[in-house]
């Protein structure tokens, strides 16, 4: 296979924001996962009485009305600032995931430091290319019931604005004012990481400098449980919700449903040089494949997989064994698991003894749309912070996994330099996404 030469223009990581299980910021978020605190617990958006699953991974008190602690003007001093998310008005036009998305949008967009350069800056140079996996399923459930009760004229004229997945990277550029591409991925739980990589892909073929970047996702209603849970993919151990998600564990019994949005700020090197912006890490590579074995499990020995790891690496440059951490994909289900365990052994088949592997999905659960940003939001801190954040609840390793001599960093987080780093995002029609981040 022949790859494209390396891109003079590089991508770097100037801002991240973040709204989860764990944590209502970037910040917050981080922190709970390098202290391997849980964010799942019981239900509590519906009742749950008749429902076989009985506990998620919930964004509490989250409030998409929160102000910014200072304004911030991206249409110039003397427009109008912006000083929250939404208007009390404007929340009502909207869909869960797109609150969800909007405020973490908006913390990056501070934490990157960019409104203080937007007079400098051309707004068409600046696009968004956020994920969103199920878009707004709650909202289609709550207005069918509306339509069935009341009939047509109940419709929400906004109900369209609420399930639509683009929805997202178009709110986000209006509050913004971002011009330049604008476009939303749903390719399940590989969503963030595909929106990332194209993301990126339009700053080296020069179409912007800047792209706002990463996935949303909110269907934490009835319909969603129990279909996931018909599959039998979701764990059921409702009386120990903080226990129930354990990647790689034997005792191991299926996956959380979790809510929640990342959203990282990628630009072009040299731009973010010319205003003196904070580096996080180069997002150096990316690879993605398609299984073509199933639609809603790994190849064996996740073979396409393989493939999508191969390839970030390639177009990074970097051998295996210049990669420190893996940030694995690993949902906590007996064959997913397994599968990927076996395609990471063989990719860093020389590297196993100085690899780490964790799971960060054992603390917030699984994010669908928004799965792949999460974890590429432990690659890229962990390098910054050398430490790697825990696989939690890894009481008795599954001999299936534990045969990969993988090091699964087991319950607490370990500090170490990390130069490199791989995340991992894999969904349902056999689609697979990973990124390389290293060190600016």
């Given at each position: 296979m022949t790859l494209p030469s390396v891109s003079p223009r590089r991508v770097v990581i100037t801002g991240i924001g973040a709204v989860s299980p764990v944590g209502l910021t970037a910040v917050e978020t981080w922190e709970a996962l390098k202290a391997g605190r849980s964010g799942i617990g019981p239900i509590t958006r519906f009742d749950v009485t008749e429902c076989p699953v009985k506990i998620a991974g919930e964004v509490r008190n989250f409030d998409p009305l929160r102000p910014l602690a200072q304004p911030v003007f991206p249409r110039g001093v003397g427009a109008q600032p912006v000083t929250a998310a939404f208007s009390p008005k404007d929340a009502k036009k909207f869909g869960r995931f797109t609150h969800l998305g909007c405020v973490a949008g908006l913390e990056a967009y501070v934490d990157s430091g960019l409104d203080l350069h937007r007079a400098a800056i051309a707004s068409e140079r600046i696009g968004v290319n956020l994920g969103v996996g199920l878009g707004g399923l709650p909202?289609?459930?709550?207005?069918?019931?509306?339509?069935?009760?009341?009939?047509?004229?109940?419709?929400?004229?906004?109900?369209?604005?609420?399930?639509?997945?683009?929805?997202?990277?178009?709110?986000?550029?209006?509050?913004?004012?971002?011009?330049?591409?604008?476009?939303?991925?749903?390719?399940?739980?590989?969503?963030?990481?595909?929106?990332?990589?194209?993301?990126?892909?339009?700053?080296?073929?020069?179409?912007?400098?800047?792209?706002?970047?990463?996935?949303?996702?909110?269907?934490?209603?009835?319909?969603?449980?129990?279909?996931?849970?018909?599959?039998?993919?979701?764990?059921?151990?409702?009386?120990?919700?903080?226990?129930?998600?354990?990647?790689?564990?034997?005792?191991?019994?299926?996956?959380?449903?979790?809510?929640?949005?990342?959203?990282?700020?990628?630009?072009?090197?040299?731009?973010?040089?010319?205003?003196?912006?904070?580096?996080?890490?180069?997002?150096?590579?990316?690879?993605?494949?398609?299984?073509?074995?199933?639609?809603?499990?790994?190849?064996?020995?996740?073979?396409?997989?393989?493939?999508?790891?191969?390839?970030?690496?390639?177009?990074?440059?970097?051998?295996?064994?210049?990669?420190?951490?893996?940030?694995?994909?690993?949902?906590?289900?007996?064959?997913?698991?397994?599968?990927?365990?076996?395609?990471?052994?063989?990719?860093?088949?020389?590297?196993?003894?100085?690899?780490?592997?964790?799971?960060?999905?054992?603390?917030?659960?699984?994010?669908?749309?928004?799965?792949?940003?999460?974890?590429?939001?432990?690659?890229?801190?962990?390098?910054?912070?050398?430490?790697?954040?825990?696989?939690i609840n890894l009481e008795n390793i599954d001999p299936a996994c534990a045969v990969s001599g993988l090091n699964f960093t087991p319950q607490q987080a370990v500090h170490r330099p990390i130069r490199a780093t791989l995340a991992n995002c894999f969904g349902f029609g056999g689609t697979n996404a990973s990124m390389v981040f290293t060190a600016p």
């Open positions: 909202e289609i459930a709550d207005t069918y019931e509306i339509w069935r009760c009341e009939g047509f004229r109940k419709i929400s004229p906004f109900f369209i604005i609420q399930l639509a997945p683009n929805l997202l990277s178009g709110q986000l550029s209006l509050l913004l004012d971002f011009r330049g591409p604008n476009m939303a991925v749903s390719s399940a739980c590989a969503t963030s990481g595909h929106a990332l990589g194209e993301a990126a892909a339009a700053i080296v073929r020069g179409d912007a400098d800047v792209m706002f970047s990463g996935g949303a996702e909110s269907t934490l209603m009835p319909l969603s449980i129990g279909a996931f849970a018909k599959m039998r993919a979701l764990s059921k151990r409702n009386d120990d919700p903080t226990r129930a998600s354990r990647p790689y564990d034997a005792s191991r019994d299926g996956f959380v449903l979790s809510e929640g949005a990342v959203v990282f700020v990628l630009e072009e090197f040299e731009h973010a040089y010319r205003r003196g912006a904070r580096v996080y890490a180069d997002m150096v590579g990316y690879g993605a494949s398609a299984d073509a074995h199933y639609l809603s499990s790994l190849a064996p020995e996740a073979e396409g997989s393989r493939r999508a790891m191969q390839l970030a690496l390639a177009h990074s440059g970097l051998k295996p064994a210049e990669i420190d951490y893996v940030s694995a994909h690993a949902t906590s289900t007996l064959s997913g698991d397994t599968e990927e365990t076996a395609a990471i052994a063989a990719v860093f088949a020389e590297n196993k003894n100085n690899l780490a592997v964790s799971a960060v999905k054992s603390m917030t659960g699984h994010l669908l749309g928004g799965a792949g940003a999460m974890g590429a939001l432990a690659a890229v801190l962990a390098i910054r912070d050398g430490v790697v954040p825990p696989t």
